[in-house]
Every structure is written in structure tokens, then in C-alpha cells.
T-cell receptor
């Protein structure tokens, strides 16, 4: 079993739709959580950290459930520019803070 | 701000050739990492360096070596390239552990081994 598992996708949604991605992690020692965005043939870029109380950044909301070892990302009012691959990442605060990346979920927002 | 700079951006090698991928960061980060990304797969950690003077193996270290030259620079060397090492290589750096800071990635090196 992979340490970080994501919905495989792809997700194809119309502009303006709300879409949610899920991610589960298996290592209970994981302490920091992130969502990254990766555009085609580009490097991953940090989208947002995920806090225990949940957090919001504009149209993006991230949730963490430590008991269920589950992370989610909600995108409201999808834009064409949201089309990308979204990577779920967990990080341990030991061993140089190594991060484990999920395989990513691809989102395509269509007009 | 340059962030993380990787060179070269593209490289084609013949089987058996060697090369070094260079990475430098200007954010005064302690930790640096090398990942590879293959189609349909997530990023896999090759080597990492918690701080200047230390390096450790990641998930897929075979066929690679690294050098943490100083706090800014972390290079990845392929001693004898194999077709299985065809991939996109990303260098990343990060603040000290125990924070909610993520990684900053370089723009990647696309390597083809023929």
C-alpha cells in the first residue's frame, strides 16, 4: 500500500463547478500536510498547507482529519486556470522533514 | 529572487555516460532534496541533505551519488547512466523541519538516456 493515496481522477468539470479531492495517508507519524499544484511540464508549486482546524485561501479550502488520516481539498467556482495536477503531500518532522508525495489528481476545467 | 536554480534544463546521454546535475538555492534553507518524476508516478526521493555536510539515501538512490558542496549547493551525479534513469529530476529546498513551510522546487532537468 502506498504511503499517500489520492483519487486517481481525472476530474473534468465545467467552469464554476465545485470539486473536491481526497487523500489518505498511512503513516500516523506524519505531522505536516500540504497541497501542491503542478502544471504540465512544470515544477510542483505549493498551493497551501493544511492545518488541523482546516483552512481557507480564497476559493480553496483544505481539511485534515488526523483520526481518519485523511486530507481534502475543495475548489469552489472553478476557473479554467485551475486546470492542473494536484499533489497531496505529507511530511514528517524528523529525518530532515522528508515529504512523501501522492501520485496526483488531474483536474481539467472546461468552458 | 532566483529561488532554486537547476542546470541543465535538458540533457541527452548515451548509456554509460556520466553527468552531474547542479542545484543551488538562495533562500538560506538548511534542507535540500533530489526527486525524480516518471510518467504516471509521483515524485520519488533519491537523496536528501538535512544540513550542510550531511546526506542520506531516499527511496530510490541506486545509480546516483550526491554532494552537498555548501549550504547553497546540492549536486546529483549519475556515474554510469542507464535508460531506466530517463526521467524528470527536481531539486527542492526547505526551511528547517518542524514548520509548516513546504518545499521550493527548481524548474527541473529533463534527462533522456539512450
Amino acid at each position: 500500500r502506498k504511503e499517500v493515496e489520492q483519487d486517481p481522477g481525472p476530474f473534468n468539470v465545467p467552469e464554476g463547478a465545485t470539486v473536491a479531492f481526497n487523500c489518505t495517508y498511512s503513516n500516523s507519524a506524519s505531522q505536516s500536510f500540504f497541497w501542491y499544484r503542478q502544471d504540465c511540464r512544470k515544477e510542483p508549486k505549493l498551493l497551501m498547507s493544511v492545518y488541523s482546524s482546516g483552512n481557507e485561501d480564497g476559493r480553496f479550502t483544505a481539511q485534515l482529519n488526523r483520526a481518519s488520516q485523511y486530507i481534502s481539498l475543495l475548489i469552489r467556482d472553478s476557473k479554467l486556470s485551475d486546470s492542473a495536477t494536484y499533489l497531496c503531500v505529507v511530511r514528517r518532522n524528523t529525518n530532515a522533514g522528508k515529504s512523501t508525495f501522492g501520485d496526483g489528481t488531474t483536474l481539467t476545467v472546461k468552458p | 529572487n532566483a529561488g532554486v536554480t537547476q542546470t541543465p534544463k535538458f540533457q541527452v546521454l548515451k548509456t554509460g555516460q556520466s553527468m552531474t546535475l547542479q542545484c543551488a538555492q538562495d533562500m538560506n534553507h538548511n534542507s535540500m532534496y533530489w526527486y525524480r518524476q516518471d510518467p504516471g508516478m509521483g515524485l520519488r526521493l533519491i537523496y536528501y541533505s538535512a544540513s550542510e555536510g550531511t546526506t542520506d539515501k531516499g527511496e530510490v538512490p541506486n545509480g546516483y551519488n550526491v554532494s552537498r558542496l555548501n549550504k547553497r549547493e546540492f549536486s546529483l551525479r549519475l556515474e554510469s547512466a542507464a535508460p531506466s534513469q530517463t526521467s524528470v529530476y527536481f531539486c527542492a529546498s526547505s526551511e528547517a523541519i518542524g514548520t509548516n513551510y513546504g518545499y521550493t522546487f527548481g524548474s527541473g532537468t529533463r534527462l533522456t538516456v539512450v
